[in-house]
């Protein structure tokens, strides 16, 4: 399997487009409406992506290759690393709130919420953080080319003035 930036790109914009839309159904949660919004598609498909991702990272060396290929260091841990918080604490954590019910559910009698607003804030909190991780990974690779020849530049540039 050929692993081309793009593929990688799409998956992160797939994820940052779902976790927007489910974002957009949470906000309404308790504001608008009492029930508990429909977000299985919007974090089945997060978790899929993020797994064809971490797929690439761990079964393709290529991807080693195109995520070293312009910096000289090989960023491919880095890249596990981030995909692999987005998915595990992140994503899951979305899951794990998401399904949570609101009846069953039992807080401490001081608690400062209800079990609906501790469930809202725990969903918002993942969905958030899945945003911020996916659009991190987004934007060093959109970056790396440019990052790589300022990089060279400001060599270049030392260099002559050493000379």
């Known amino acids: 399997m050929k692993i081309h930036k793009s593929d990688v790109i799409t ?3 797939q994820i940052i487009n779902m976790t927007v839309a489910a974002e957009s159904k949470v906000e309404a949660y308790f504001v608008e409406s009492d029930i508990k919004p429909d977000i299985a598609l919007e974090l089945l498909k997060t978790l899929n992506a993020s797994d064809d991702i971490i797929n690439y ?8 290759m195109l995520v070293s290929a312009n910096r000289g260091f090989n960023f491919t841990s880095w890249y596990k690393e981030k ?11 979305a899951i794990k709130y998401w399904k949570e019910d609101p009846i069953s559910l039992e807080l401490s009698k ?6 609906e607003q501790f ?14 991780e ?9 970056n790396e080319k440019e990052e790589f020849h300022s990089i060279n530049r400001n060599i270049e540039l030392i260099i002559r003035d050493d000379n």
């Open 11 to 13: 998956k992160l914009k």
């Open 57 to 64: 990272v761990e079964n393709d060396s290529k991807f080693s």
């Open 83 to 93: 995909l692999d918080n987005m998915k595990y604490d992140s994503i899951k954590n």
């Open 110 to 115: 001081v608690a400062p919420f209800t079990t």
């Open 119 to 132: 469930i809202k804030e725990g969903i918002e909190s993942g969905l958030h953080i899945i945003k911020l």
């Open 134 to 142: 996916a659009e991190k990974i987004y934007d060093m690779f959109i």
